[in-house]
């Protein structure tokens, strides 16, 4: 503990603070999934024409207001629109369909169009293909680590490896629950980021260390 | 001279940003066509296949005897033939509502999900509904997807019964595990033709129970209408071919069937003690076509089988194309923003670094350029994590190139070379466990992190080769007295 300087000791106060406050919001309210994720309801509406996502998203706006709503384009003629809300009622369905007419000329009728219900993405589900690749490059990367530093005490080096690796990922997920950043498609990538960015972080470190035990 | 070669070198950084950004578009019949490679998108940022399977709600009709026994091949049978005969009819749902539960519900989806890895789809999303079973499944579209799709509603319910008695000798329970195997075709004549074979094998302890089987449905010499082949394999035989005369002395049979759907039935030629039974697919054949037809019915019904039985039944509700919500807008703003740091980060490069800034910038902009161009023509599919992936080479070499600079602008009096050389060894030691991720997620059959580790390692790749003959070069040739 030597070592430590107040600046480090400070920093890492706050980041156990940040885990701790990232651990209880996770268990009182859990993490905010993204809509794609999450228990949805869909409707789809056969346009028999081409669209602008764009205006169809006005109509959303008007209807949803203050809500995500998805809307994607169906099949290769892109003449249908799927639109995504966390939930549907008959009489937004109505009123969708109704707007759609008056913009586009359709007759589509409203009781027509079926309101599907699209079940929640489980957590594990969307991590579980990641699993294994990120523990194989770790192995690897823990027995390089451990030969290549083998002068800084491979132990240390180790542990030093994995404990900054999982701590950088769990202050990153205590960010996303404590500012109830949703949990989507940008999730994995930016994990990916910040594992990459902290073995860079790590080898800069144990190369200076390194370079300072042959100096002396 | 020095001029020349720097005003080369530029030129041919704008030749190649400008084939990248732009394109070579070629005048071609009556339209001009962009000539470059197109980027190949995953499924987040161009769209999936959707399929929803919904639980089948229908019935199967089944015949019983007096004794209440499901009697088999009676579906021929008319109405009066089947009271004469003391049977009757019944309804059976396909799934009764003692196994419509959650347990079900979540042995049917982790069934879906072992055949889609099975079936080696490197990009999917299984949805459950817990309340009703539905399932919903996303993969990515290609000339596959269809037959991924057809493999995934099948029970996968596999029975070898005695054709008489209807007694259940084998099924899932025993079967260790199912392959797809190719030899020498022999039933149509043709030479060179192949045939494929699904092969069966069976748990250690029924390979008795196998041998036993094929012992006493033993094919009778007199029995001329089976056929055995080169591999002891059993082929089909069809009981009304049978003449009435030789019925007594005609051998004892077993049917086997899949999902309740008579696939064959046969007497065994030898007894087979290896715990393996192979079955033809299809005919032999040598046309191209033909076999994969086989192959590919092959692999369906032995990834049906291998991944163990479904305990509810399936029925494709919905199979549609369903764009990405990611538009062509969204994408070109997410261009327009990253383009817009690199132009910021760019500019403080020439005001710290002046001429060799300048130069700096231009090497910079030449890799992006070509490494656009690279991840296009290596054939990299992109992803969400791709893009990040191209980010991170960006911003790594922006690092690589801010380090040589600051480097050359303090050591004014050493060779480039050298200064060069001490940088970028100094910066690929440090990337080293960078590169260890990127190689071990290349090999991975998942498209978000396949994307990501081949667009990282050809950017890497890329940085090596690039920064070590280009940049440095120009580099020198600035500095050059």
Redesign the interface.
């Known amino acids: 503990m030597k070592n430590i300087t107040t600046k480090n000791k400070i920093l890492i106060i706050i980041l156990i603070l940040v885990i701790i406050a990232g651990i209880l919001v996770t268990a009182n309210i859990g993490l905010n999934f993204d809509l794609r994720y999450e228990k949805s309801q869909k409707i789809e509406l056969n346009l028999g024409k081409e669209f602008e ?2 205006d169809i998203k006005n109509i959303t706006n008007e209807i949803f207001p203050n809500q995500e709503v ?7 003629y ?1 003449d249908t629109v ?1 639109i995504i809300a966390k939930e549907i009622t008959e009489e937004q369905r109505n009123n969708i369909v109704e707007k759609v007419n008056e913009k586009y000329g359709t007759e589509l009728v409203a009781e027509d169009t079926e309101i ?6 489980r957590g594990r ?1 969307i991590i579980k ?2 699993i ?2 990120f523990v ?2 770790t192995v ?2 823990i027995i ?2 451990a030969i ?1 530093y083998y002068k800084l005490n491979s132990i240390k080096v180790i542990l030093k490896t994995i404990g900054i690796s999982i701590l950088t990922q769990l202050v990153l997920l205590s960010i996303m629950a404590i500012a109830r950043i949703p949990i989507g ?2 999730t ?3 994990v ?2 910040v ?2 960015l902290t ?2 972080g ?3 470190r144990f ?1 200076k260390n390194l370079d300072q035990i042959k100096e002396e | 001279m020095k001029k020349i070669k720097i005003i080369t070198f530029i030129l041919t950084v704008v030749l190649v940003t400008m084939v990248a950004f732009f394109g070579v578009y070629i005048h071609t019949q009556n339209r001009m066509e962009d000539k470059v490679k197109g980027y190949s998108y995953a499924m ?1 940022l161009e ?1 999936a296949r959707v399929i ?1 399977l919904k639980l089948d709600s229908g019935n199967r009709t089944v015949i019983k005897d007096a004794e209440g026994k499901e009697v088999q091949d009676a579906d021929n049978l008319t109405d009066e033939e089947l009271t004469e005969k003391g049977y009757t009819k019944e309804e059976q749902p396909y799934n009764s509502e003692d196994v419509l539960n959650k347990q079900n519900y979540e042995t049917s989806k982790s069934i879906i999900e072992k055949r889609l890895k099975e079936l080696n789809v490197d990009n999917y ?6 309340t009703n079973g ?1 399932i ?1 499944v996303e993969l990515t579209d290609n000339d596959d997807t269809d037959f991924i799709i057809s493999s995934l509603t099948p029970i996968g319910k596999f029975e070898i019964i005695d054709s008489q008695t209807q007694e259940v000798l084998m099924d899932n329970n025993d079967i260790e595990n199912v392959n797809v195997m190719y030899g020498a075709g022999n039933s149509t004549g043709t030479t060179n033709a192949t045939s494929i074979y699904l092969s069966i094998e069976f748990t250690k302890d029924r390979t008795k129970k196998l041998e036993e089987i094929s012992t006493n449905y033993a094919t009778k010499e007199d029995s001329d209408d089976t056929t055995t082949d080169q591999n002891t394999e059993s082929e089909n035989t069809t009981t009304d071919e049978t003449s009435t005369e030789n019925e007594e002395e005609k051998s004892k049979e077993i049917t086997m069937k899949i999902d309740d759907e008579e696939i064959m039935t046969t007497s065994f030629d030898e007894p087979l003690r290896t715990g393996l039974l192979q079955l033809t697919v299809g005919q032999a054949s040598s046309d191209e076509k033909a076999l994969k037809e086989n192959v590919q019915r092959a692999s369906g019904m032995a990834i049906v089988l291998d991944c163990g039985n479904m305990p509810l039944k399936y029925s494709l509700e919905g199979n ?6 990611i ?1 062509d ?1 969204q994408m070109q703003i997410i261009q327009y923003v990253v383009l817009a740091i690199i132009a910021v980060a760019l500019i403080v490069l020439i005001i710290r670094f002046k001429t060799l800034g300048i130069l700096g910038v231009f090497s910079y902009i030449g890799l992006a350029s070509l490494f656009l161009l690279v991840i296009r023509y290596a054939n990299v599919v992109l992803s ?2 791709g ?2 992936g191209i ?2 080479i960006l911003i790594l070499n922006y690092i690589l190139i801010n380090n040589l600079l600051s480097k050359i602008n303090k050591q004014k009096e050493e060779d480039i070379s050298e200064i060069s050389k001490d940088i970028n060894k ?1 910066f690929f ?6 590169c ?2 990127v190689i ?2 290349s090999f ?1 059959n ?1 498209i ?2 396949s994307s ?1 580790g081949m667009v990282m390692f050809w950017g890497i790749l890329l940085m090596a080769i690039y920064n070590f003959i280009v940049t440095r070069n120009i580099l020198s040739i600035k500095t050059q007295r």
């Open positions: 996502t764009s998805i809307i994607q384009k169906v099949e290769l892109k799927c599907f219900s699209i079940p929640h993405t589900d293909p990641y294994t690749p194989i490059a690897i990367i390089y680590m290549r498609r940008i994995i990538p930016l990916i980021i594992y990459m073995l860079i790590i080898t800069t190369e | 987040d769209g929803r999303i299984v949805k459950l509904d817990e539905d919903i549609e194309y369903i764009f990405s919500d538009t807008e969400i994590e893009l990040f980010g991170l100094k030691i440090k990337i080293i466990p960078i260890i991720t071990t997620f991975i998942w978000p992190i990501f």
